[in-house]
């Protein structure tokens, strides 16, 4: 039996004969890299990846060869290459809407105090893809290229909530993923954004708030929040200020996209 054969569809979790195992770790060695990395050795790689070194090895002399790994020498840390830079500016330009909203947050940003990002569903993750971070201000600071779980986050339950019946249900969720969606839906037809209840959030060190947003380009909503320190972002301030800006700079987005609202897409 070959790799390709056992291996584990990292959408849904389920068994799929037709996913390339090999391109999959490849591709995990680009996502390790984050924003501030000043390189990463093999060792690093591991680390975030959980594959064993000889596979890293293997896998930084292939994507070397290819370009999108560069290393200047033996003792120097594995930097992401021309190719890979290449692809990820092809990207950036095909994603309209983070332009588009970039003035709206930034602002967003400076007033509230706090950080602004937009993260995506990455398997049972979030990944923070863009983020504004408030001037003149020590706010909470997350990088592109951060994780944050899916339960338990603002964005992931704003995502979640939004997603279609169908697509939820192939995550095969528990019980309790369930109702963490549920309470993300109430939320959403009630005011519009989400805050994870108080008994699910995945850390006591992050305050955060999320409304969906439909992006046609990945075919699912991502998340756009505003998070900071518990201190500086507590409950009330959230629902009475925070939380009704975010809305309605996302609203405001849906209409100069011709967007209709995340949640007429879940059926």
Known sequence: MNDQTRSIDPQTGATDRKFANTLARGLGVLRAFRASDNGLTHAE????????????????????????????????????????????????????????????????????????????????????????????????????????????????????????????????????????????????IGQGFVVPPVQTRYSSTVSAVSVPYFAGEFGESVAFTCGALPRDLPDERIMDSVGPALRDTVRALETQTGHAPALTRRG
């Not at 292939?62 to 840390?77: F, K, V």
């Not at 709206?104 to 569903?121: N, P, S």
């Not at 990088?143 to 986050?153: A, D, H, L, Q, T």
């Open 45 to 188: 790689l591991a680390e975030r990846t959980g594959l064993p070194k000889p596979t890293i090895s293997r896998l930084t002399y292939t994507l070397c060869a290819l370009g999108y790994l560069s290393h200047a020498g033996r003792n120097e840390r594995f930097q992401l290459g021309p190719a890979a830079v290449a692809l990820g500016s092809v990207a950036a330009l095909s994603i309209s809407f983070v332009e588009l909203a970039s003035e709206a947050m930034q602002r967003l940003a400076d007033d509230t105090g706090t950080l602004a990002l937009i993260a995506v569903r990455d398997a049972d993750r979030m990944l923070l893809v863009k983020t504004w971070r408030p001037q003149g201000t020590h706010a909470l600071w997350l990088e592109p290229g951060y994780r944050v779980p899916i339960f338990g986050s603002s964005s992931g339950q704003a995502v979640l909530a939004s997603m279609p019946d169908a697509r939820f249900d192939a995550l095969d969720p528990d019980a309790q993923m369930a109702q963490f969606r549920a309470d993300g839906f109430d939320q959403l």
